[in-house]
């Protein structure tokens, strides 16, 4: 596991496996509320408690994967004098973003509304999945995984932690379900399973093409306005790394679009894994 700090409020942790990002934001103090951006959103605020202590409150967003991993985020969150969490936010509902749960098992899971309505289609979906992934590596966990209280959100909206606010924007297309979250004052904007620069765009389970394609296009001003765009797998891209790869994304997923055998795939992401994520896709698009 490594992790990064890309604010004095925010640090990124990645998972050994699966290069996992998971994010760690604490909202400031009143004496730093001067930095924070202007939110748009005209929805509610969410809640998920008050720690009541100094330095703001403290969400974690999606997680590592790891059972070692998860056991450590306690005391890194305390060695970067963060407050211990108060709430857990997942960008979608797939296993791997799930898991902050395993940590902290207390804490109620934040998610858009139409990730809060995929969880509850398909009850033990996601524990089914981490389990046969398990098995497969023979990794051993203490507790089995319990979604526990799924608490759905406006999307788009604003969620409220410390005394400042996370922009919250629908990003659905990868899965069915799915938000981006923009952290306005610290210039981090967290995408889930979008953007990756070690893998290429994937139409999972209710992926749907057409919303991959707008989710980009969406998310294109919010990449222009962040320093920092974290993708849910892989590195940490500046903003011109990031708008390049909406460029890239769009030009495959594009080509796809239009019968998809001869798309291009972008630079770097042409594994054999890639090849056959591409051959899933192909799959998944209706023919002309």
Known sequence: MRAVSLHRDVLVVTSALLHVNCVIVRG???????????????????????????????????????????????????????????????????????????????????????????LAESPGEAQRELRAFDEELMIERTRPLALGSVQALPVPGRCDIGELELELHPADGHTPDGMAVVIGWAGVLVVGDYLSTVEL?????????????????????????????????????????????????????????????????PVGRATARDRGVHAHNLARVPTR
């Not at 080509?255 to 798309?263: D, M, P, Q, V, W």
């Open 201 to 265: 765009p994937t139409l999972n389970d209710g992926g749907d093409l057409s919303a991959y394609i707008a989710t980009l296009e969406r998310l294109h001003p919010l990449v222009a306005s962040a320093e920092h765009v974290v993708p849910g797998h892989g590195p940490v891209l500046e903003r011109e790394r990031a708008l390049a790869a909406i460029a890239e994304d769009l030009t495959y997923l594009l080509a796809l679009s239009e019968g998809g055998e001869r798309a291009q795939l």
């Open 28 to 118: 400031a103090s009143e004496g730093e509320r001067e930095h924070a951006g202007d939110v748009c959103s005209q929805q509610p605020p969410c809640s998920h408690g008050d720690t009541g202590e100094s330095g703001g409150e403290t969400f974690l967003i999606d997680s590592p994967v790891l059972p070692d991993e998860l056991d450590a985020l306690p005391a890194l969150i305390a060695q970067a004098r963060f407050p211990s969490p108060s709430g857990l936010l997942a960008t979608h509902g797939d296993w791997d973003h799930l898991l902050g749960r395993l940590a902290y098992p207390e804490l109620a899971l934040g998610c858009a509304q139409s990730t809060a309505t995929r």
